[in-house]
Nanobody, 127 residues
Framework: QVQLVESGGGLVQAGGSLRLSCAAS????????MGWFRQAPGKEREFVAA???????????YYADSVKGRFTISRDNAKNTMYLQMNSLKPEDTAVYFC?????????????????WGQGTQVTVSS
């Protein structure tokens, strides 16, 4: 079992930046693909970004079209930590952001392929 703890959320003006972190407990951070999802009030949880694990590189990355070019996902396997650098933030990015671990080797691009969730961190972007 893995525990995921997000941090780094907050209030920022449009155009600003935030960096989210996801710290994972246990030895099961490595090997598994990881991802970020978000959920705005009254909306379904949606995919934001995902990253695979690799012993030789930084891993392959995947992004939702809405954040491509603005957000960057990364991971530090030695620290059991994943990051989401969010630049050029927009009011529509306002949501609770969740860290997620994928099932087995499947990249978690939908909620169906997530087997562990963090508790979430609030990101609010003011206009």
């Amino acid at each position: 079992q893995v525990q995921l703890v997000e941090s780094g959320g907050g209030l920022v003006q449009a155009g600003g930046s935030l960096r989210l972190s996801c710290a994972a407990s246990g030895r099961t951070f490595n090997i598994y693909p990881m991802g970020w999802f978000r959920q705005a009030p009254g909306k379904e949880r949606e995919f934001v970004a995902a990253i695979t694990w690799s012993a030789r590189s930084s891993g392959n990355t995947y992004y939702a079209d809405s954040v491509k070019g603005r957000f960057t996902i990364s991971r530090d396997n030695a620290k059991n930590t994943m990051y989401l650098q969010m630049n050029s933030l927009k009011p529509e990015d306002t949501a609770v952001y969740f860290c997620a671990r994928g099932r087995s080797a499947i990249v978690p691009r939908t909620v169906d392929y997530v087997d562990s969730w963090g508790q979430g961190t609030q990101v609010t972007v003011s206009s």
